[in-house]
């Protein structure tokens, strides 16, 4: 299972979700305390700034970042469920979220997985540097980057919804 939040959320959503892995994606600096219980067992933090593309003094999402995510999002897969946030919820994190899960079902139409996400986020904005960093690594040939352009920026808010995803549920839209 897969669930996203904003980080105002994570200490409630650790507390239902009860996930194995946690994943952090939060500007340099940002500090991200977990709190005692319940502990997940591993907690990844990655560090970059959420923009679309480089700019002076700020940090750029690399595909090193994608790598490092997509490895651990494998990890937490193969061994218990997988926690994703970011500051708001709305642009790394859903990112990450629709990375993972094309990564998880390479058979499944990109265009169906965007829509999907639009759906149970509607705010969801995904951070187009991170899809095009991940399309290239998973071979799409563009469809991530043209699918995520389809489903359009989300409904203006402050901050994201908490959503869960099971890619396995998902599979019907390969």
């Not at 067992?41 to 595909?63: C, K, M, S, T, Y």
């Not at 995520?148 to 890619?167: C, D, M, V, W």
């Amino acid at each position: 299972m897969l669930h996203v939040c904003p980080l105002s959320k994570l200490e409630d959503t650790l507390h239902v979700a009860a996930p194995t892995h946690v994943l952090s994606l939060v500007s340099p600096g940002t500090d991200v305390v977990l709190p005692v219980e319940p502990k997940p067992a591993h907690h990844l933090v990655l560090e970059f700034n959420d923009i679309a593309e480089e700019r002076d003094g700020l940090i750029a999402p690399q595909v090193e970042h994608v790598e490092r995510l997509l490895a651990f999002a494998e990890q937490a897969q193969a061994n218990g469920s997988l926690l994703v946030h970011c500051w708001a919820g709305v642009s790394r994190s859903t990112a990450a979220a629709y990375i993972i899960t094309c990564a998880a079902l390479p058979e499944a139409d990109e265009r169906a997985l965007a829509q999907h996400l639009r759906k149970v986020s509607p705010v969801a904005t995904p951070n187009p540097l991170l899809i095009s960093l991940a399309d290239t690594l998973l071979q799409r040939n563009g469809r991530m980057i043209q699918s995520i352009k389809e489903i359009g920026r989300g409904a203006e808010t402050f901050e994201g919804n908490q959503f869960s995803l099971e890619p396995a549920a998902l599979a019907e839209l390969a």
